[in-house]
């Protein structure tokens, strides 16, 4: 199985910060990664897919990046609305497998 | 709009089965593979299983070992999920999630997501 471990697991940022998650594959997966930002009681969200393509509907300061094992996701300047905790997913081979969940907290 | 709908909350005893529905509208049913994949709490998500919605494939994750079996009824647009043989690290909320094809349309990310079912197993 494709392990996805994600770092930081926590992190405390204010609104208007840049902050950026990092999803690492123990495997290469090319760009087979998706993001998903779940907030508590709700299901996850869809905000990008292949890497780097943004999900319909998904606001622009949410970008992706890489390939191979390392990847990041970046939100350029925060929202209140963007506390929330993230997943990277690999779809690159089965099982399907996500990361342990980055928690971004209001500092 | 695309909706994923699951069924309510549901309390089981240790060995005992459950089976979660999924009714899905907005779009063609039968044009896309429907996920399964929970949550135990505090826990990463994981992925269960899928059926392709068009002819009635399916796939399983080895880690739950034959206890999974997804099935569905193209007339009511609902995909089902039953797990059996359940045990106490079966409490998790099961999400149903669309899939949208990756690599060699074999594999998926997970466009949209049902609202999500508690399972709990308690003696």
């Known amino acids: 199985d494709i392990q996805m471990t994600q770092s930081p697991s926590s992190l405390s940022a204010s609104v208007g910060d840049r902050v950026t998650i990092t999803c690492r594959a123990s495997?290469?997966?090319?760009?087979?990664l998706a993001w998903y930002q779940q907030k508590p009681e709700k299901a996850p969200k869809s905000l990008i897919y292949?890497?780097?393509s943004l999900q319909s509907g998904v606001p622009s300061r949410f970008s992706g990046s890489g390939s191979g094992t390392d990847f990041t996701l970046t939100i350029s300047s925060l929202q209140p609305e963007d506390f929330a905790t993230y997943y990277c997913?690999?779809?690159?081979?089965?099982?399907?497998?996500f990361g342990q969940g980055t928690r971004l907290e209001i500092k | 709009q695309v909706q994923l709908v699951q069924s309510g909350a549901e309390v089981k005893k240790p060995g005992a089965s459950v089976k979660v529905s999924c009714k899905a509208s907005?779009?063609?049913?039968?044009?896309?593979?429907m996920h399964w994949v929970r949550q135990a709490p505090g826990q990463r998500l994981e992925w269960m299983g899928w059926?392709?919605?068009?002819?009635?494939?399916?796939k399983y994750s080895q880690n739950f070992q034959g206890r999974v079996t997804i099935t569905m009824d193209t007339s009511a647009s609902t995909a089902y999920m039953e797990l059996s043989s359940l045990r106490s690290e079966d409490t998790a909320v099961y999400y149903c999630?669309?899939?949208?094809?990756?690599?060699?349309?074999?594999?998926?990310?997970?466009?949209?997501w049902g609202q999500g079912t508690l399972v709990t197993v308690s003696s």
């Open positions: 292949a890497a780097s």
């Open positions: 999630a669309r899939g949208v094809r990756g690599r060699a349309d074999t594999t998926f990310y997970f466009d949209y």
């Open positions: 059926i392709n919605a068009g002819n009635g494939n399916t």
């Open positions: 907005g779009y063609s049913f039968t044009g896309y593979v």
């Open positions: 997913q690999q779809y690159n081979s089965y099982p399907i497998t």
């Open positions: 495997q290469g997966i090319s760009t087979w």
